[in-house]
Structure formats: structure tokens, C-alpha cells
């Protein structure tokens, strides 16, 4: 049977991915919601869908068609970070379940709040974790489990890299404003960290060797390894081979001295996690909480410079 989603945050990014993914589902996208109607694309995958400006009409609307037996099933929710809280309170207020964009909150204590409102409502909250059903992903953590199945206490030594160019925009955009994206680690590295924990276990330390607008880096220890992160949004630090290949992305995690090069694989996964979620399955408020964690405290840690087990791409900024 087809279900009834609603979108709040039509005009961003990501969203585009959330209507293909409601599409290959076989499902219906009744109604969406962003402030700025540049939504043309909305046309590609559901031109009958209702759309909205502003929230009041969007709620009224919502309401109504819950009144009506017809109500939403599924809330996607792909707008700015700062303002997920809200609108998954919203999805489980109006008697539908939440599937919401990484990072789901910005602090621990609101993911208390939600799982308060889920016991309530009898809904469910749903974050988007997709490098969970990544194969590369999959096929690295059952590599891990098998060889900790022979020795438990191996520690793994992981450099992860992550950067991916962004404009002068990305700064003027609420992306650049800390206080609505949670900063680079929040809005790029969440799902990174979750990955990292869900393969190598829970965290035992959290530095921060460096932390600017366009570059944050650190360390993480954790249960079963001695993870060096650094992640950016600045072109410079691309390797040259990279930008020779006219690229502007480069995802590397290099473990016990091999690299994990996972750049592709990445077209399809927000549908595999709506399917993965519509088969009752999906990865809901306890699995995002390790991740939401490890960035609050990351946005809240002092930079200690190059000190202690720092990445080597701090060398190109740090003096």
C-alpha cells in the first residue's frame, strides 16, 4: 500500500535525493514546504504535490488532511540542522513518522526530548545513516568483526580525510553560522563519526587539534581504535591528483596503513534507506546518539594545536 509523505526543506541540497527515494519506493509525496520556492525539481518526481511557503499554511494543511483520514504517513525532513528538532516534533505531533537528514539534532539533550515525544505519539524517528548500507562500508565492518572475533583487544590505527570544495556561498548560507549547522564536524563529519563507532566501537577520547571556519581536525580514541580525522570545505587541501582528475570531493579512510577509498557508491543509498526503513527496519534516536555526542563535544573542545596524535593534513595549516 502507498504511503503519504509530506517534505519539509523542498529547496535544499539533499532533497532532490528524498524525492527519488519516495518515488523508487512506490510511494506518494503529498505536500512540501521551504521558504524559498526555487522547487522546480519537484516537477521531475511529483507535480501534483501541494507546496507551501510558509509554515502556518503548510501546518494548516497537514492538520487538514489528518482530519480528513488522509493524513501523512512520513515526515522527510531535509532543512537546516538547527531546525530539525522542531520539525520532527512537528511530523510526530501530526501522527506520522519522522525520517530526518544527518545530523539529526545538534546536542545529546534534545534526542532525550524526542525519545519522549515517540513514547507519546507512537511514532517513530528516523535519521538518515546511509553509510551504514554502504557496501564498501558493510563489506569493512565484517572484515573488523571476523578479525576481532580472534583477537578483541586489536587496535586499529584509521586516518580519516574528508573534503569536499564549497564557495564563497556555503559561508553566507546558513551552513557557515555555527549556531544553525553546529559547524564543519555537525554539518560534514556526523556521519563519519557514526560510521567509525559503529565499526570500531564506543569513544574513549575526544580532541580537537584544530577547529576554523573551513577546517576542523582531530582525534578520536576509541574502543578498538586511534582514529586521526580532518575535514574541510576549502579546495586548497584537495591532493593535487585529485584536482587533476577535475575533482572536488575526496572521502579517505586509510586503516593499519591500506587505503579505504570510498568517493563512489553513493547514488542510490538514500533510497536503500528508505527501503531499509519501509521494511521496519531504519536506524531511529538510540543509533544516532553516539554521533550527536561526539560533535557537541567536539563544538565545544578547545583546539590544542600540534600536540599529541594529530592528522598530517594539520601540517598545511597549522604552523
Not at 553546529?182 to 574513549?204: C, E, Q, R
Request: charged content about 20%.
Amino acid at each position: 500500500m502507498n504511503k503519504n509523505f509530506a517534505l519539509i526543506g523542498a529547496a535544499g541540497y539533499i532533497a532532490p535525493r528524498h524525492m527519488k527515494a519516495i518515488q523508487e519506493t512506490n510511494n506518494i509525496l503529498v505536500a512540501a514546504l521551504d521558504k524559498n520556492d526555487s522547487v522546480g525539481i519537484i516537477d521531475s518526481y511529483f507535480p501534483k504535490a501541494d507546496f507551501f511557503t510558509e509554515f502556518e499554511r503548510f501546518d494548516r494543511h497537514i492538520d487538514k488532511l489528518r482530519r480528513n483520514n488522509t493524513g501523512v504517513d512520513y515526515v522527510s525532513i531535509t532543512s537546516p540542522n538547527y531546525l530539525h528538532d522542531a520539525h520532527i516534533r512537528f511530523a510526530l505531533r501530526n501522527n506520522a513518522h519522522a525520517i530526518c537528514e544527518k545530523p539529526l539534532v545538534l546536542n545529546p539533550w534534545n534526542i532525550d526530548a524526542l525519545a519522549q515525544i515517540e513514547q507519546e505519539s507512537g511514532k517513530k524517528v528516523f535519521n538518515i545513516l546511509q553509510l551504514r548500507l554502504h557496501p564498501s562500508i558493510i563489506a569493512l565492518k565484517e572484515k573488523i568483526i571476523t578479525e576481532l572475533a580472534v583477537n578483541p583487544d586489536k587496535m586499529y590505527d584509521i586516518d580519516l580525510t574528508y573534503l569536499t570544495s564549497r564557495g564563497h556561498w556555503y559561508f553566507v548560507s546558513w551552513k557557515g553560522d555555527e549556531g544553525k549547522s553546529g559547524g564543519i564536524a555537525s554539518n560534514i563529519g556526523v556521519h563519519f563519526y557514526d560510521m567509525l563507532t559503529w565499526i570500531f566501537g564506543p569513544v574513549k577520547e575526544n580532541v580537537v587539534h584544530l577547529k576554523t571556519s573551513d577546517v576542523n581536525a582531530g582525534y578520536l580514541g576509541l574502543k578498538n581504535a586511534n582514529v586521526r580525522w580532518f575535514l574541510s570545505v576549502n579546495y586548497d587541501y584537495i591532493p593535487e591528483d585529485v584536482k587533476k582528475a577535475g575533482k572536488r570531493t575526496y572521502r579517505s579512510i586509510v586503516v593499519n596503513g591500506e587505503e579505504f577509498e570510498f568517493s563512489e557508491g553513493f547514488t542510490d543509498l538514500h533510497t536503500l534507506s528508505y527501503q531499509h526503513i519501509l521494511n521496519e527496519g531504519g536506524f531511529g534516536l538510540d543509533e544516532a546518539r553516539t554521533s550527536i555526542e561526539i560533535v557537541s563535544a567536539i563544538r565545544n573542545l578547545t583546539p590544542i594545536g600540534k600536540q599529541g596524535n594529530f592528522h598530517p593534513f594539520c601540517q598545511a595549516v597549522l604552523p
